[in-house]
């Protein structure tokens, strides 16, 4: 799995995570994933082009959880 990720960070106190996943081999986009903010109750998931959008994210570091069933 490869995921591209950004944040985007302007001096506040909440933000948003952004990003794209596709299969590494393939470049499709793997539909159906979840993505999860560990530590804290938010998450989204993947639209059909592969891209996600996590808002209200409190500023700072995080890990990702990402999963997908059958995969």
Do not use: C
């Not at 081999?25 to 979840?34: D, H, I, Q």
């Not at 938010?42 to 808002?55: K, M």
Request: proline content about 1%; cysteine-free.
């Amino acid at each position: 799995m490869l995921a591209l990720i950004t944040s985007s960070i302007y001096g506040q106190n909440r933000s948003r995570i952004t990003g794209t996943i596709k299969d590494a081999k393939s470049g499709e986009a793997l539909v159906g994933s979840n993505v999860i903010v560990e530590g804290l109750n938010l998450g989204a998931a993947l639209d059909i082009e592969g891209q996600f959008f996590i808002v209200n994210v409190p500023v700072g570091t995080y890990n990702l959880k990402i999963s997908i069933i059958g995969y």
